[in-house]
């Protein structure tokens, strides 16, 4: 059987009056759709009215009723949303996308041959209501966060300008765009599909200008506007922004870089320790601060440590004492301990272990400052040191 548009499978003949008319192949009639109605009952039922028509020479038409009716319902991708003889089409609205594009077709069968007809409609008017909650930053270097995202559907009723809930979305794709000030052309996207989730944004795109911008602004002043652009999309379609959040973001007191320094001469001391095989349940050991300095530009603690153990007992016990300096970045990165000077027994144990003046680190766990036990009034009283 072959399955045709409405005035595929005619033929075109001449008549000496010179009128060009439509005929069916070898003199056979011609089968056509007179009149295709789309009836809408509200945004989840459509009905079918379709009079299909016979001609013949001369243009003659006359009534039929197909042999058969079949009617389908496809969607924007073209898949198959309803099959049937289209007396009543349901139509799950809530899971389509804001105004999707929707064809019905149509097909009437007489004998050997179908006629098609095809009719677009919509789906109804969505939107995407946001609960938001961002957290940023989550770290002292400025690169993690955090995100809750609470979707809710509306579309429009029909036939109405108010808008009634769907509930919450089976499916949501987005992105944030997070940037400093009004540098938007510069942002770093951040991919979503789920409601709540972590985010680094550290080896994305335009990370390195997030974070110039962002220490620029707060080498002028305490604190600079970090803004998070989300975008969201229903169900495959095109995603559109839904809220702009600002966090501020603010420059570090003098109190919270002492706890950072602390937290990290502390990691540093204990790998030296471990290092050098210092046994932990016979040493004394103490370790001081004496001063440090952060590098901007580079992001860089410096820290000048003096590290002391004593072996044996108090009066007549060995003495060690070893100075240098730990260079670490604010996220821990790339920590090493750079010796100046030490003691005979302290630079006799280093050399029998570590080969040159560098001991590199590694990554040592950033500050988080619920996890810190010590108050900045403790360490920033008397001498800065620790057990």
């Not at 790998?271 to 040493?283: A, G, K, N, P, S």
């Not at 001081?288 to 044996?312: H, K």
């Not at 060995?318 to 920590?335: I, K, T």
């Amino acid at each position: 059987m072959e399955r045709s548009s409405t005035m595929r499978g005619l033929c075109v003949g001449w008549l000496s009056l010179g009128l060009l008319v439509a005929v069916g192949c070898g003199g056979e009639p011609a089968y056509v759709v007179d009149q295709l109605v789309l009836n809408r009952i509200g945004w989840d039922t459509l009905t079918v009215a379709v009079q299909f028509s016979q001609r013949r020479l001369l243009g003659r038409s006359e009534p039929l009723q197909p042999r058969a009716l079949s009617v389908y319902l496809f969607n924007a991708a073209y898949d198959t949303l309803y099959a049937g003889d289209g007396r009543s089409i349901p139509i799950a609205d809530a899971t389509l996308g804001d105004r999707e594009r929707l064809m019905v077709e149509v097909c009437g069968t007489f004998d050997a041959v179908s006629v098609c007809e095809q009719q677009g409609v919509t789906a109804s008017p969505k939107r995407l209501r946001l609960e938001h909650d961002i957290q940023f930053p989550e770290d002292p270097a400025f690169e993690r966060g955090s995100y809750d995202l609470r979707f809710v559907v509306e579309r429009q009723a029909y036939e109405t300008d108010a808008w009634e809930s769907l509930g919450r979305p089976d499916r949501v794709h987005g992105y944030l765009l997070a940037y400093v000030g009004d540098q938007n052309e510069e942002a770093v996207k951040v991919p979503f599909s789920r409601r709540q989730g972590r985010f680094i944004l550290k080896g994305r795109p335009h990370y390195d200008d997030f974070q110039y911008h962002l220490k620029s602004m707060l080498m002028d002043a305490p604190e600079a506007p970090v803004r998070f652009d989300i975008y969201a999309g229903l169900n495959g379609q095109s995603p559109l922004r839904l809220a702009s959040v600002e966090k501020r973001v603010q420059k570090k007191t003098e109190e919270e870089r002492i706890l950072e320094v602390h937290h990290f001469a502390e990691q540093a001391a204990e790998q030296i320790f471990e290092t050098l095989e210092v046994d932990h349940r016979e040493r004394w050991s103490h370790a001081y601060i004496d001063e440090w300095t952060f590098q901007a530009l580079t992001n860089t603690y410096l820290i000048a440590l003096e590290i002391v153990w004593r072996r044996g007992r108090l009066v007549f016990g060995r003495f060690y004492e070893l100075d240098g300096v730990l260079e670490v970045e604010e996220n821990g990165a790339n920590a090493r301990f750079i010796r100046r000077d030490a003691n005979g027994r302290a630079a006799r144990r280093w050399g029998s272990r570590i080969r040159g003046n560098q001991l590199s680190l590694g990554m040592l766990a950033p500050y988080v400052p619920d996890e810190e036990n010590l108050t900045g009034e403790e360490v920033a009283s008397g001498e800065d040191g620790f057990d």
